[in-house]
């Protein structure tokens, strides 16, 4: 399979909006190109949105939830549909795996290792339906006899996400959405709207009720319309912290529920024990997964000062091998950046890195045995200052800092010296070192010798990088309300 085959996307209907059940069309003729980034070609079109196709969106949500049979079924019987998601994300499996490389430059390996999980994520939170305590008795304290605990649906959620790995973050955005109860207005990005469509495709083929899912594909501008419409109830985000601060701040005006999935700025905090070269290759085979584009990346590396140049030519040493290419050739490490402005970005910070005073150990162009596509070598810059931009501020590429510090209490202040607070590693022989430096880290996650994130155990971040979590049990609770019932009488279907 080569990205630069004649493939189509296999998207069946790619011009409309899945609406209230229906495959609807678009209130304007107004379309977006996808565009591979290997190639820049245009890989497939589809309709974008306008104000009012969110509106009619929203209302197919809000009808299906205030009326429809979705909130008042039992888990077990949402837990079914969860299950045929879960087998018909299978079988579209290598339909994904053919679009999401076309449409970011994800290596296709890359892929199929992240595809491989997607399903298991919708039998999750299918099992839990027997085992979440949705309804819980609880003894009064201020009058009356019984009391219980009902975790019941947020209400109408919007779904926002990003075009970097959209079928995992919608499957865990969906699947706890409607295990809870909820209903959902898909929102895909521009650049990757592939999977969303994909997805409202398997929504049809297992006969979920009309109006619980809904998919459109709209800019950032449209994308607004959703976040304020007052009959959304919730919104879902994974993105920028700029936007998500938006976001929070339209719905401050009137209370609305989200959560936020944000960005990072991570550390990688090396002990004086550990090996560097083997750091170096851990490190930079990990920033190979798309091509940087993660917000849990270990961009800032943190190392003993005396122990910095021979990391920084470890590091230099590693990451100019990295060959890059077609995100579908086996031999290929890295493939492009998914988009030209994504590049300018990329290419605007290592400029900064160069003007701050870094020293550019590699990398820092595009390469030369490639003419076309967003590519750009792999990047890493020695004796940065923590408080320079290319240390705090996400570049979202490619770029590595190596950050000298004095101590180990130096580097735990130098790796918490950030507004983010998403994923971090520590990296020792010492898995007790390990725990207590690890312990002391303000981040959402903390890896030992690795880049580790698990959403299967939950995924989310501190300060800046975001609200609630997504992923594991915790995953569940930001689309459920609690509501506190007291009876003076037992009731016949009392829990416990």
Same mark, same amino acid.
């Given at each position: 399979?080569?990205i630069?085959?004649?493939?189509?996307?296999?998207?069946? &209907?790619?011009?409309?909006?899945?609406?209230g059940?229906?495959?609807?069309?678009? /209130?304007?003729s107004? &379309?977006?190109?996808?565009?591979?980034p290997? &190639?820049?070609?245009?890989?497939?079109?589809?309709?974008?949105?306008?104000?009012?196709?969110?509106?009619?969106?929203?209302?197919?949500?809000?009808?299906?939830?205030?009326?429809?049979?979705?909130?008042?079924?039992?888990?077990?019987?949402?837990?079914?549909?969860?299950?045929?998601?879960?087998?018909?994300?299978?079988?579209?499996a290598?339909?994904?795996? !053919?679009?999401? #490389?076309?449409? %970011?430059?994800?290596?296709?390996?890359?892929? !199929?290792?992240?595809? *491989?999980?997607?399903?298991?994520?919708?039998?999750?939170?299918?099992?839990?339906?027997? %085992?979440?305590?949705?309804?819980?008795? *609880?003894t009064?304290?201020?009058?009356?006899?019984?009391?219980?605990?009902?975790?019941?649906?947020?209400?109408?959620?919007?779904?926002?996400?990003?075009w970097?790995? #959209?079928?995992?973050?919608?499957?865990?955005?969906?699947?706890?959405?409607?295990?809870?109860?909820?209903?959902?207005?898909?929102?895909?990005s521009?650049?990757?709207?592939?999977?969303? +469509?994909?997805?409202?495709?398997?929504?049809e083929?297992?006969?979920?009720?009309?109006?619980?899912?809904?998919?459109?594909?709209?800019?950032?501008?449209? %994308?607004?319309?959703?976040?304020?419409?007052?009959?959304?109830?919730?919104?879902?985000?994974?993105?920028?912290?700029?936007?998500?601060?938006?976001?929070?701040g339209?719905?401050?005006?009137?209370?609305?529920?989200?959560? +936020?999935?944000?960005?990072?700025?991570?550390?990688?905090?090396?002990?004086?024990?550990?090996?560097?070269?083997?750091?170096?290759?851990?490190?930079?085979?990990?920033?190979?997964?798309?091509?940087?584009?993660?917000?849990?990346?270990?961009?800032?590396?943190?190392? #003993?000062?005396?122990?910095?140049?021979?990391?920084?030519?470890?590091?230099?040493?590693?990451? /100019?091998?990295?060959?890059?290419?077609?995100?579908?050739?086996?031999?290929? !490490?890295?493939?492009?950046?998914?988009?030209?402005?994504?590049?300018?970005?990329?290419?605007?910070?290592?400029?900064?890195?160069?003007?701050?005073?870094?020293?550019?150990?590699?990398?820092?162009?595009? #390469?030369?045995?490639?003419?076309?596509?967003?590519?750009?070598?792999?990047?890493?810059?020695?004796?940065?200052?923590?408080?320079?931009?290319?240390? !705090?501020?996400?570049?979202?590429?490619?770029?590595?800092?190596?950050?000298?510090?004095?101590?180990?209490?130096d580097?735990?202040?130098?790796?918490?010296?950030?507004?983010?607070?998403?994923?971090?590693?520590?990296f020792?022989?010492?898995?007790?070192?390990?725990?207590?430096?690890?312990?002391?880290?303000?981040?959402?996650t903390?890896?030992?010798?690795?880049f580790? &994130?698990d959403?299967?155990?939950?995924?989310?971040?501190?300060?800046?990088?975001g609200?609630?979590?997504?992923?594991?049990?915790?995953g569940?609770?930001?689309?459920?309300?609690?509501?506190?019932?007291?009876?003076?009488?037992?009731? %016949?279907?009392?829990?416990?």
């Amino acid at each position: 399979m080569s990205i630069t085959s004649d493939t189509r996307a296999p998207i069946k &209907t790619a011009d409309k909006f899945y609406i209230g059940g229906e495959w609807v069309d678009p /209130s304007s003729s107004s &379309t977006i190109d996808v565009i591979e980034p290997a &190639t820049e070609n245009v890989y497939f079109t589809v309709a974008e949105a306008q104000d009012a196709d969110v509106a009619r969106a929203v209302g197919a949500a809000r009808e299906a939830f205030d009326h429809g049979p979705w909130p008042r079924m039992t888990h077990a019987e949402r837990a079914g549909f969860l299950r045929a998601i879960s087998a018909a994300v299978k079988e579209r499996a290598d339909d994904v795996l !053919q679009v999401w #490389p076309r449409e %970011s430059g994800i290596m296709f390996p890359v892929a !199929q290792g992240m595809m *491989a999980g997607v399903p298991d994520a919708y039998d999750f939170y299918a099992d839990l339906a027997d %085992s979440f305590p949705f309804e819980e008795a *609880a003894t009064p304290t201020a009058g009356g006899n019984y009391g219980m605990i009902a975790r019941e649906p947020v209400g109408v959620v919007g779904a926002i996400v990003p075009w970097n790995a #959209p079928m995992t973050l919608i499957a865990y955005k969906l699947a706890p959405a409607f295990l809870a109860g909820c209903t959902v207005i898909l929102k895909a990005s521009p650049e990757a709207p592939g999977a969303p +469509l994909i997805m409202a495709e398997i929504a049809e083929q297992v006969g979920l009720p009309k109006g619980v899912l809904n998919v459109l594909t709209a800019d950032r501008e449209v %994308s607004e319309s959703l976040v304020r419409d007052p009959r959304v109830d919730k919104i879902a985000f994974t993105g920028s912290t700029a936007a998500g601060k938006k976001i929070a701040g339209i719905l401050a005006d009137r209370i609305g529920r989200f959560s +936020l999935e944000l960005g990072g700025k991570s550390a990688a905090v090396i002990l004086d024990d550990y090996d560097l070269e083997k750091a170096a290759a851990t490190l930079s085979g990990a920033e190979c997964f798309l091509s940087g584009q993660v917000c849990s990346s270990l961009t800032r590396i943190v190392v #003993p000062r005396r122990r910095h140049d021979e990391m920084l030519d470890s590091l230099a040493g590693t990451f /100019s091998q990295v060959k890059l290419g077609d995100p579908f050739d086996p031999t290929v !490490q890295m493939g492009p950046l998914a988009m030209q402005r994504q590049r300018d970005r990329v290419e605007s910070y290592i400029e900064l890195g160069k003007s701050e005073g870094a020293t550019l150990a590699t990398g820092g162009g595009r #390469p030369k045995d490639l003419e076309r596509g967003w590519f750009i070598e792999p990047t890493v810059f020695g004796n940065v200052d923590n408080s320079w931009r290319i240390a !705090q501020e996400e570049i979202f590429g490619p770029v590595l800092s190596v950050i000298p510090a004095e101590d180990e209490e130096d580097a735990i202040r130098i790796a918490n010296d950030t507004v983010y607070g998403l994923n971090a590693a520590v990296f020792t022989n010492d898995a007790d070192r390990a725990r207590e430096v690890g312990g002391r880290l303000r981040s959402g996650t903390v890896g030992h010798n690795n880049f580790h &994130t698990d959403f299967g155990i939950g995924f989310g971040g501190y300060k800046q990088s975001g609200i609630h979590r997504e992923g594991g049990v915790d995953g569940l609770h930001p689309y459920l309300e609690n509501k506190t019932l007291i009876f003076e009488e037992k009731p %016949s279907n009392y829990p416990g």
